[in-house]
């Protein structure tokens, strides 16, 4: 497989491997050798051209410090070659071997209180320190110069899930190595200074090497400025650490295609060098896992977010990973997928970017943390319902893949993501407020139960084929941008600003020009003269949810009981809304509309929604944070004069529905994501790829029923 120069990172980027990626995880270092070749021949038998390698077995690799053995996967190589079945290797950084630890003992993280990490599970190792690279460009030097002719292995994926069991570090080689980072960053200690406040709480130093790690546990708060700048710094590490690899990857052999697998978004800048480095993203989907963070309508629903989100990084991927069965480690367990549910997942996947996908695992481990976590096959060698489906699947992708490669996903309604720096300026402050992703969480669910398509997109990137763009609360607005939204708004687009976008800037400091800030306010037509929090909006169910990767708050930030009473109400059309966390005074321009009004208390009659019309389109700002009332009211509005229609009308509950499209073709995703059957009578007609019936309007879909009509 020839190598092409991948385009610069757009949500709209394809990929171009001149086929679909279809295989698993295989882990023949887990099983007797007199499994493989009945493994390689099934695999072949369901249609499979990939499996993943070697990326927890360095201590196979490299024995003992400077003797390497590649035999196994050697002949596992040759095996699956010998049925068709070509290989992605790994890095195995994820796993240090014993030796390695135990010899350098620097290596190992720390956490936040003081306490070294030790042998035993994964990701322990620091990725922060200079002697743990050293011993990760050996091994990628080792097995590059293995593998560089060997015409079987045809890719790399680096290291594995980076930063996924743990991204910080406060080891002293990371304390070190932030230090170095700094004076690099700002030179001179007066510069730093200044960007982080040092006259406040007598925060200056005298100099780089007095700079330690912020700790959270420390009495008082942090500087938002030092937690923003170590959370950059995490990411330049983690981005050196890849970088490492790939350079003795593509030296080897530059026509290798070289990715890495995300778990968990966390300290990772993707549109940097990190996403920059690679020829694509990947990114593992566990759809049963994310009911955890569920935000209304069960894990369909935030197994979109999440590939949408996903999307937005480097537009379209591979799963590396694709949920097979049940799965588990200690401290946690999934839902099982039921029958079909296993095929839809994954078609899902599809429809929202996916160019290859690789079911998790081909067959579950009998020993170690994740002896429940299901395969393709059960642990008794035997092929059931799971081997069916994947079959399926790939019979699926047999009928689809000559249409579906080279399309892009198609988004109406775009969400301003995939910004580091504004994921980390939440964190730094957070208030007890709702972060930019859980308030824009609002408006990707109303536009998945309405059939709009919907997605996510950074300023940066291509806007001229999205129809409204919505910025969820941006604290840090770069001046750069505001040129790229007013052309945007001039051609005929949508802008709609959240309330306390523009109130900081890079240092976390807040400009003496009044929010949303030079650009945005003569764009928008509107200061914001006074902010204040109101009562929480119980019936939204925002508060008292957990986890971090999608940047949700803490739940124990919140208002007091006695702050219940003091609600802000505001009109919307001709109805009245609760106002959700935040209340903003507007001043207002002659030229501006009001769309809202606050209805209540001191501010009654002021602005709370307004609209300007600029060229042939209109910015819209929204002074105060959503709820479901409010998106609503406001996707009433807007979709209607910004023709925005969704892709199915009178779409059923439960169904969902994607397009993805190229020059001539289009491609309607339509996956009954419920356990009984719906009936839809408002599709276009078309020819439904996988079973080859004309479509004529109306479409029966069973129980996880699944249809791609070309149209």
């Avoid at 996967?73 to 070509?86: N, R």
């Avoid at 799965?327 to 160019?355: I, K, W, Y």
């Avoid at 019936?539 to 930030?557: I, K, S």
Wanted: aromatic letters at 10%; a negative charge; charged letters at 25%.
């Amino acid at each position: 497989m020839k190598r092409t120069q991948p385009a610069p990172l757009s949500v709209w980027r394809t990929l171009n491997l001149g086929d679909f990626l279809l295989g698993a995880p295989h882990y023949p270092e887990h099983v007797d050798e007199s499994y493989w070749l009945r493994d390689a021949q099934r695999m072949a038998a369901a249609g499979f051209n990939v499996v993943r390698l070697g990326e927890f077995a360095w201590h196979i690799m490299e024995p003992h410090e400077g003797r390497f053995d590649f035999s196994l996967f050697d002949k596992a190589i040759d095996v699956l070659a010998a049925e068709g079945i070509k290989t992605i290797f790994c890095t195995p950084t994820a796993t240090p071997p014993r030796w390695l630890t135990a010899t350098y003992p620097e290596v190992l993280r720390v956490d936040e209180r003081g306490r070294m990490a030790s042998h035993g599970s994964r990701q322990h190792a620091d990725t922060a320190s200079p002697a743990y690279r050293m011993h990760s460009r050996r091994i990628t030097r080792a097995l590059a110069d293995h593998y560089k002719t060997n015409p079987h292995v045809i890719g790399w994926q680096t290291d594995n899930e980076l930063n996924t069991t743990a991204s910080t570090s406060y080891s002293d080689a990371a304390e070190r190595e932030f230090q170095r980072w700094l004076r690099d960053k700002y030179q001179k200690i007066e510069a730093l200074n200044f960007a982080w406040g040092g006259h406040f709480w007598a925060l200056a130093y005298d100099s780089f090497d007095q700079v330690p790690l912020p700790r959270k546990d420390n009495p008082g708060f942090p500087a938002p400025a030092h937690l923003q700048d170590y959370h950059r710094f995490l990411a330049h590490a983690t981005a050196a650490f890849q970088h490492d690899q790939v350079e003795i990857l593509r030296r080897a052999n530059p026509d290798w295609f070289i990715f890495h697998n995300l778990g968990r978004l966390e300290d990772i800048d993707f549109r940097g060098q990190f996403g920059q480095d690679l020829d694509f993203l990947g990114f593992d989907i566990y759809p049963m896992l994310y009911d955890e963070m569920r935000r209304g309508g069960g894990h369909p629903v935030t197994q979109a977010l999440h590939l949408d989100i996903c999307r937005a990084y480097s537009g379209n991927f591979i799963v590396p990973e694709q949920a097979s069965g049940f799965g588990s480690q200690p401290g946690f367990s999934t839902m099982t997928p039921e029958p079909g549910e296993m095929r839809r997942m994954a078609l899902s996947s599809v429809a929202r970017g996916a160019d290859g996908l690789l079911f998790f695992r081909w067959r579950p481990a009998h020993f170690g943390a994740e002896i429940y976590w299901m395969g393709i096959i059960d642990h008794d060698d035997v092929p059931r319902r799971r081997y069916q489906e994947v079959m399926r699947f790939a019979e699926d992708i047999s009928r689809i893949k000559q249409n579906l490669l080279g399309t892009t996903v198609r988004m109406d309604v775009a969400i301003a993501g995939a910004d580091f720096d504004n994921q980390e300026a939440y964190r730094t402050y957070p208030m007890g407020m709702p972060s930019p992703l859980e308030d824009a969480i609002l408006l990707h669910r109303h536009c998945y139960s309405k059939g709009i398509a919907c997605g996510f997109i950074h300023p940066e990137d291509d806007l001229s084929r999205i129809k409204l763009l919505y910025v969820p609360h941006w604290v840090m607005w770069k001046p750069e941008w505001n040129e790229r939204v007013k052309t945007f708004v001039e051609n005929g687009g949508t802008l709609v600003i959240g309330a306390m976008t523009g109130t900081r800037d890079e240092n976390n400091h807040i400009p003496t020009e009044l929010a949303p800030g030079p650009g945005l306010s003569e764009l928008c037509g509107i200061r914001v003269e006074e902010f204040g929090r109101v009562a929480e909006p119980g019936a939204d169910g925002l508060f008292g949810l957990h986890g971090t990767e999608f940047g949700f708050h803490n739940p124990a930030e919140r208002l007091p009981a006695s702050s219940a009473e003091r609600r802000y109400r505001f009109t919307l059309g001709n109805r009245e809304h609760d106002a959700a966390h935040l209340y903003e005074l507007l001043d207002v321009d002659a030229d501006v509309e009001l769309l809202g009004r606050w209805s209540n208390r001191f501010a009654s009659g002021r602005a709370a929604i307004t609209s300007r019309k600029v060229g042939k389109g209109r910015a819209v700002y929204v002074g105060t944070y959503l709820t479901e009332s409010l998106v609503e009211g406001l996707a009433d509005q807007l979709c209607a004069s910004g023709n925005i229609t969704p892709l199915v009308e009178d779409l059923p509950a439960g169904v969902e529905v994607t397009l993805r499209e190229a020059a001539g073709r289009r491609l309607l995703f339509v996956l009954n994501t419920e356990d009984g059957t719906v009936e839809l009578s408002s599709l276009p007609s078309g020819v439904d790829l996988l079973t080859g019936k004309t479509i004529d309007r109306s479409l029966s879909l069973g129980p996880h029923g699944c249809a791609v009509i070309r149209f």
